[in-house]
C-alpha cells in the first residue's frame, strides 16, 4: 500500500469509527445476545479504535503517515479475519411460545392453532406439537413444540403453512407472538398424559452470578420432582440465554400437583433458589390444560 492508499485507508477507518461504540453494541447485542466475549469483539473493536487513533494524528491530517502510523494500520491489515459465528449447539430445539387473543377471537384462535399443531406434526424432524390453554383465562395459550435439530426447526418455518397461519392469527392477536427458542437442560423420555392433566409452566430467570447454584437446585428438584405421586413430566429447557429457564410440568390431576407443592423439596427449592439466584420471583407458574 502507498502513501496515498493508506491515507484514504485511514480516513475511511475513522469515518467508520466516528460511530464505533453505537456500532460496538448493536453489532454485539445482534450477535451475541449474552454479550459474551468472542474473537470477532477482540478483532473488530481495537481495529476501529487503531482508526480513531491513526486518522486523528497529526501526520495524517497532513497527509504524510508516520512510520509508527503505517506500522500500526499493517497491524491491523494484517489480523486474521473475524471468526466465524459460533455453531447452533447440537440436539432437539424446544420451542415454546406464548399467544394471547382477543377473549372474543378464542374460538377463532384455536382453529388456526390446531390446524398450525397439526400440519407441523407432519413435517420432518418434529417430534412433538401441544397446545395448552391456560385454565381461568379465555384467550391464553402456549405452543410447545419439540424438533430434531436446528436444521429441522428452522425449515419449518419457512414453511408455507408457518407463513398463512401468522397472517391469518396477527389480526385477533392482543400482543406479540412470543416465541422462546430453547436447547436440553434436563428433559426426561416423553410419556402419554391422561386426557385431564394438570399442565404448568414456569418461566426462571436467575441473576449471572447465581447461575451455578440456580443449575444445583433445578437438577435437585428434576431428580426430586420426578419421584412425586402423580407426576407425568417434569422438564427443564435452557433458554437463548444461559441464566434463562423454562419449566414445563404435567401432572395427573390437582391434587397431585398440590401435594407437590406442598413437599419439602419443592419449598426448599423455591426458597432457595429466590435467596440465591432468582431475578424476580420463580413462581410465575401458570396452569394450563391440553388442547385435543
Known amino acids: 500500500m502507498n502513501e496515498i492508499e493508506l491515507h484514504e485507508a485511514a480516513k475511511r477507518i475513522k469515518r467508520e469509527a466516528l460511530s464505533t461504540q453505537a456500532f460496538f453494541w448493536q453489532y454485539s447485542s445482534l450477535t451475541f445476545p449474552d454479550r459474551r466475549k468472542t474473537v470477532q469483539r477482540r478483532t473488530l473493536f481495537p481495529a476501529l479504535m487503531v482508526g480513531v487513533l491513526l486518522a486523528g494524528t497529526p501526520a495524517m491530517a497532513t497527509g504524510h503517515p508516520s512510520t509508527a502510523a503505517r506500522g500500526a494500520?499493517?497491524?491491523?491489515e494484517g489480523q486474521a479475519p473475524p471468526a466465524s459465528p459460533p455453531q447452533p449447539a447440537p440436539g432437539p430445539r424446544y420451542i415454546v411460545t406464548y399467544v394471547d387473543v382477543a377473549p372474543a377471537s378464542e374460538a377463532q384462535a384455536l382453529t388456526l392453532l390446531k390446524g398450525y399443531r397439526d400440519?407441523?406434526?407432519?413435517?420432518?424432524?418434529n417430534v412433538r406439537a401441544e397446545i395448552l390453554q391456560q385454565?381461568?383465562?379465555?384467550?391464553?395459550?402456549?405452543?410447545?413444540?419439540?424438533w430434531r435439530d436446528d436444521g429441522a426447526w428452522k425449515a419449518h418455518r419457512g414453511a408455507a403453512h408457518v407463513t398463512q397461519?401468522?397472517?391469518?392469527?396477527?389480526?385477533i392477536r392482543t400482543s406479540a407472538y412470543d416465541e422462546r427458542v430453547h436447547?436440553?437442560?434436563?428433559?426426561?423420555?416423553?410419556?402419554?398424559?391422561?386426557?385431564?392433566?394438570?399442565?404448568?409452566?414456569?418461566?426462571?430467570?436467575?441473576?449471572?452470578?447465581?447461575?451455578p447454584k440456580a443449575r444445583e437446585f433445578l437438577h435437585g428438584q428434576v431428580e426430586q420432582t420426578r419421584k412425586d405421586n402423580g407426576n407425568v413430566r417434569f422438564n427443564v429447557l435452557q433458554g437463548a440465554r444461559m441464566n434463562h429457564f423454562t419449566v414445563l410440568e404435567a401432572w395427573r390431576d390437582e391434587r397431585a400437583r398440590e401435594a407437590h407443592?406442598?413437599?419439602?423439596?419443592?419449598?426448599?427449592?423455591?426458597?432457595?433458589?429466590?435467596?440465591t439466584a432468582v431475578d424476580g420471583a420463580p413462581y410465575d407458574e401458570r396452569l394450563y390444560r391440553l388442547v385435543q
Open 73 to 76: 494500520l499493517s497491524d491491523v
Open 119 to 125: 400440519a407441523s406434526r407432519r413435517e420432518d424432524g
Open 135 to 146: 385454565s381461568g383465562r379465555r384467550g391464553v395459550f402456549v405452543v410447545v413444540e419439540e
Open 165 to 171: 397461519f401468522h397472517d391469518t392469527l396477527t389480526p
Open 183 to 211: 436447547t436440553t437442560f434436563a428433559v426426561g423420555a416423553a410419556s402419554s398424559a391422561p386426557g385431564d392433566a394438570v399442565y404448568v409452566v414456569t418461566h426462571v430467570d436467575v441473576v449471572p452470578n447465581g447461575l
Open 261 to 275: 407443592v406442598a413437599a419439602t423439596h419443592t419449598r426448599a427449592y423455591r426458597e432457595g433458589l429466590r435467596e
